[in-house]
């Protein structure tokens, strides 16, 4: 079994090696969002390049973001403490893209990494329609 350690750098690595730029996790609260009280997602330091508001020099990006869960959508609160998935703290590991790929390019480097890189066998993996490298 693989350490949490391992499988952060594995995962960073990766999209590293397929053109992403490595991202430092930004502060548990939010820097300049006054609509958030705690980074609740990979996707928080990125708000302003996916609205227009900024532009960065990469156009691929891929984070081990701190996160708290504090609520929301799927709000599952109640459960913390209760079972062993249901943490107030986690790191969310994402893989981005500014413009430059979209479903089908996500898709198979989710795949190379999953079967790949962790080595998991594709026979016990559900696929759906998808062909793959």
């Not at 590293?16 to 006054?34: I, T, W, Y």
């Not at 703290?89 to 981005?96: D, H, R, V, W």
């Amino acid at each position: 079994m693989a350490t949490l350690n391992e499988i952060r750098s594995t995962f960073l690595n990766y999209f590293a090696k397929n053109g992403h730029e490595v991202v430092a996790s930004s502060p548990l609260v939010p820097r300049n969002d006054p609509t958030l009280m705690f980074v609740n997602s990979g996707m928080v330091q990125f708000k302003n390049l996916f609205t227009g508001v900024e532009s960065r020099d990469y156009q691929r990006a891929t984070t081990a973001q701190k996160c708290v869960r504090a609520g929301g959508k799927h709000n599952d609160l109640d459960n913390v403490g209760y079972t062993a998935r249901h943490h107030t703290f986690f790191e969310m590991l994402g893989n981005f893209s500014f413009g430059d790929y979209f479903k089908e390019e996500a898709i198979t480097f989710a795949w190379e990494l999953i079967t790949k890189e962790f080595g998991i066998d594709k026979n016990r993996l559900l696929t759906n329609r998808v062909s793959h490298r």
